[in-house]
């Protein structure tokens, strides 16, 4: 057997070219036999049919056929956000452009933890994540996998800026990430306020920033899991100025509005907050993982640093060869930063806000639809592009059966989400390709799965 091409090099373009016709064929082989947004059958039925495709893991002998028969399997096996019917979660469909991208990254390889691996990469990543961090009011940012990582990176910058006394306090709607990186911290417990209304009330957080001593991080949500509300940020921010309170804001979600003219002021108070999540494979369109901490003081980023003789000898650093060790907590990750600058550059401000503009129609639209629905109930008006909503006197049991039917007959992926203590029907509208006549048809595959 003579020695597999490698993607990059002299010969790298003719090796991958062939190839890339081969997955791409096999990408939509699979799709047409899905045939909607997921699979049908189950999870059993899925993975049989996996099982199938890919027979012994590591055989003795290779199999050529491989690659088009495994990328094949997964796509026939996906959830395809794609797909105007898969709308569960914050989880977007990706653009083209932006995933072509992404193949030059696999393709060249570089490793984010050393200049000498990636020269003209770590350059770019500078400029992007300080153009984004100013776009968030911030000074600059560091790349994340996601709005996990950068939830704990924030907890842990506040504790290394103000002490291992440190208290988060946030509300109900905040993500789950938040008080489990307090756990991995090994911060105190946090306070967790009450969200009766979706929101973090600036009277709870005023009372309990009265009583709590010590140091106190606040967190905010802009864009919550659930419902896709935003907290009042400029009555946090004044408060948490007040008390001198530390403030992150989870824009994980709501971040992308900040590309668009229309939906930006939703944001209003983002620049007071210390640190803000954002995450680009929400309101970005871009393949995972797209995630960034923006940090309003770049001081705070020095606990970071770290030095190994053979990344960041000091003789190198002082001859001018960037440090990169301090910009992650990881060593070796990918250029993020590429189908980023590449989208950014090529559909600019307002090419990105069109898009946010256009699924925030959507979902008002949605909304409408379902409010004039005469066996279905609106949870609320959408803040940015969730939805929620219920048929009309059903039970919990009978819409949690909805979703799984819908599930198992592969006609739909709607989330679930449990607010005012009933379970509702959670969709997330992140495709700007989505036409009103595929809400409907939605809203028909619901009403056609609730029993009479």
């Given at each position: 057997?003579?020695?597999?091409?490698?993607?990059?090099?002299?010969?790298?373009?003719?090796?991958?070219?062939?190839?890339?016709?081969?997955?791409?064929?096999?990408?939509?082989?699979?799709?047409?036999?899905?045939?909607?947004?997921?699979?049908?059958?189950?999870?059993?039925?899925?993975?049989?049919?996996?099982?199938?495709?890919?027979?012994?893991?590591?055989?003795?002998?290779?199999?050529?056929?491989?690659?088009?028969?495994?990328?094949?399997?997964?796509?026939?096996?996906?959830?395809?956000?794609?797909?105007?019917?898969?709308?569960?979660?914050?989880?977007?469909?990706?653009?083209?452009?932006?995933?072509?991208?992404?193949?030059?990254?696999?393709?060249?390889?570089?490793?984010?933890?050393?200049?000498?691996?990636?020269?003209?990469?770590?350059?770019?990543?500078?400029?992007?994540?300080?153009?984004?961090?100013?776009?968030?009011?911030?000074?600059?940012?560091?790349?994340?996998?996601?709005?996990?990582?950068?939830?704990?990176?924030?907890?842990?910058?506040?504790?290394?800026?103000?002490?291992?006394?440190?208290?988060?306090?946030?509300?109900?709607?905040?993500?789950?990430?938040?008080?489990?990186?307090?756990?991995?911290?090994?911060?105190?417990?946090?306070?967790?306020?009450?969200?009766?209304?979706?929101?973090?009330?600036?009277?709870?957080?005023?009372?309990?920033?009265?009583?709590?001593?010590?140091?106190?991080?606040?967190?905010?949500?802009?864009?919550?899991?659930?419902?896709?509300?935003?907290?009042?940020?400029?009555?946090?921010?004044?408060?948490?100025?007040?008390?001198?309170?530390?403030?992150?804001?989870?824009?994980?979600?709501?971040?992308?509005?900040?590309?668009?003219?229309?939906?930006?002021?939703?944001?209003?108070?983002?620049?007071?907050?210390?640190?803000?999540?954002?995450?680009?494979?929400?309101?970005?369109?871009?393949?995972?993982?797209?995630?960034?901490?923006a940090v309003r003081d770049p001081a705070d980023l020095t606990p970071l640093h770290q030095h190994t003789a053979y990344l960041n000898a000091?003789?190198?650093?002082?001859?001018?060869?960037?440090?990169?060790?301090?910009?992650?907590?990881?060593?070796?990750?990918?250029?993020?930063?590429?189908?980023?600058?590449?989208?950014?550059?090529?559909?600019?401000?307002?090419?990105?806000?069109?898009?946010?503009?256009?699924?925030?129609?959507?979902?008002?639209?949605?909304?409408?639809?379902?409010?004039?629905?005469?066996?279905?109930?609106?949870?609320?008006?959408?803040?940015?592009?969730?939805?929620?909503?219920?048929?009309?006197?059903?039970?919990?049991?009978?819409?949690?059966?909805?979703?799984?039917?819908?599930?198992?007959?592969?006609?739909?992926?709607?989330?679930?989400?449990?607010?005012?203590?009933?379970?509702?029907?959670?969709?997330?509208?992140?495709?700007?390709?989505?036409?009103?006549?595929?809400?409907?048809?939605?809203?028909?595959?619901?009403?056609?799965?609730?029993?009479?």
């Amino acid at each position: 057997m003579s020695t597999p091409p490698l993607a990059s090099g002299p010969e790298g373009t003719d090796a991958l070219r062939p190839l890339l016709d081969t997955v791409l064929d096999a990408l939509d082989a699979g799709t047409r036999a899905r045939g909607g947004p997921l699979p049908a059958g189950g999870p059993e039925a899925v993975a049989t049919r996996l099982r199938d495709a890919l027979g012994e893991v590591l055989p003795r002998h290779g199999d050529p056929h491989a690659l088009p028969t495994l990328v094949r399997a997964l796509a026939e096996g996906a959830a395809d956000p794609a797909h105007p019917h898969c709308v569960a979660h914050l989880h977007c469909p990706p653009l083209a452009l932006a995933t072509a991208a992404d193949l030059a990254v696999s393709a060249l390889n570089p490793s984010m933890d050393s200049w000498d691996q990636a020269p003209a990469a770590s350059e770019l990543e500078a400029l992007v994540t300080t153009a984004v961090a100013r776009l968030a009011g911030q000074s600059d940012a560091l790349v994340t996998t996601g709005g996990t990582e950068s939830n704990q990176l924030a907890l842990l910058l506040a504790r290394e800026s103000h002490g291992p006394a440190i208290r988060l306090v946030c509300g109900a709607n905040a993500h789950h990430s938040l008080p489990r990186a307090a756990w991995l911290l090994g911060l105190p417990d946090p306070l967790v306020l009450p969200t009766p209304t979706g929101t973090l009330h600036p009277d709870a957080l005023a009372d309990a920033l009265t009583t709590l001593p010590g140091p106190v991080l606040v967190a905010a949500t802009a864009g919550t899991t659930d419902a896709g509300v935003i907290d009042p940020l400029p009555d946090i921010a004044a408060l948490c100025h007040t008390h001198g309170a530390r403030l992150h804001v989870d824009a994980a979600y709501g971040g992308g509005l900040l590309f668009s003219d229309r939906h930006r002021p939703k944001l209003a108070g983002l620049a007071a907050a210390d640190t803000v999540t954002l995450d680009l494979h929400k309101l970005g369109w871009q393949p995972v993982a797209a995630g960034l901490l923006a940090v309003r003081d770049p001081a705070d980023l020095t606990p970071l640093h770290q030095h190994t003789a053979y990344l960041n000898a000091d003789d190198d650093t002082e001859a001018g060869l960037p440090d990169l060790l301090g910009r992650s907590l990881r060593t070796t990750r990918r250029p993020d930063a590429l189908k980023i600058a590449v989208t950014l550059k090529t559909l600019g401000r307002h090419g990105l806000g069109t898009l946010v503009d256009q699924v925030c129609d959507q979902a008002q639209q949605f909304a409408a639809l379902i409010h004039d629905h005469p066996h279905l109930e609106l949870h609320a008006p959408p803040t940015i592009s969730t939805v929620l909503f219920r048929p009309t006197g059903a039970t919990d049991a009978t819409v949690a059966e909805i979703r799984r039917r819908l599930l198992t007959q592969g006609h739909a992926v709607l989330g679930r989400a449990r607010l005012d203590d009933r379970l509702w029907l959670k969709t997330t509208l992140l495709n700007p390709h989505t036409h009103p006549h595929d809400l409907a048809a939605l809203l028909h595959l619901v009403e056609g799965n609730t029993p009479a």
